[in-house]
């Protein structure tokens, strides 16, 4: 899900602290993010819906959240190309991989604190 030794070397290199403080901005973030494409889901707005993947995608990029990432280009990819069909089975997917991400950052964080 997460590029783990990208994300021990970043939270070394800057300190447990800001990287703590990165974490839980990512998380505050995304959860913005995650609401605003369900927003755009509902209105049926798919311009707006891949404008807000993008945006999801690169703040994710950011944190090196891989597999998150590789399903954002996806799902943008579709919007862009009109293929709607599957977009309520997409956002969940999309869930799926969120809470999975922000679980995997957490425990990893944790485990650099236990060290």
Same mark, same amino acid.
């Given at each position: 899900?997460?590029?783990?030794?990208?994300?021990?070397?970043?939270? @070394?290199?800057?300190?447990?602290? +800001? /990287?703590? +403080? #990165? $974490?839980?901005?990512?998380? /505050?973030?995304? *959860?913005?993010?995650?609401?605003?494409?369900?927003?755009?889901?509902?209105?049926?707005?798919?311009?707006? =819906?891949? /404008?807000?993947?993008?945006?999801?995608?690169?703040?994710?990029?950011? =944190?090196?959240?891989?597999? $998150?990432?590789?399903?954002?280009?996806?799902? &943008?990819?579709? @919007?862009?190309? /009109?293929? @709607? &069909?599957?977009?309520?089975?997409?956002?969940?997917? $999309?869930?799926?991989?969120?809470?999975? *991400? @922000?679980?995997? #950052?957490?425990? =990893?964080?944790?485990? #650099?604190?236990? $060290?």
């Amino acid at each position: 899900m997460i590029n783990k030794e990208f994300l021990k070397e970043f939270f @070394i290199h800057m300190g447990m602290d +800001t /990287g703590k +403080t #990165m $974490l839980e901005l990512f998380k /505050g973030s995304q *959860t913005d993010y995650v609401k605003n494409i369900r927003n755009s889901i509902e209105k049926k707005d798919y311009e707006e =819906l891949a /404008g807000n993947l993008h945006q999801f995608k690169g703040a994710s990029a950011l =944190l090196k959240a891989d597999v $998150l990432v590789d399903f954002l280009i996806e799902f &943008e990819k579709k @919007i862009k190309e /009109g293929k @709607i &069909e599957t977009v309520e089975e997409d956002f969940q997917h $999309l869930l799926d991989l969120y809470h999975k *991400t @922000i679980d995997e #950052m957490d425990n =990893l964080f944790q485990e #650099m604190e236990d $060290l």
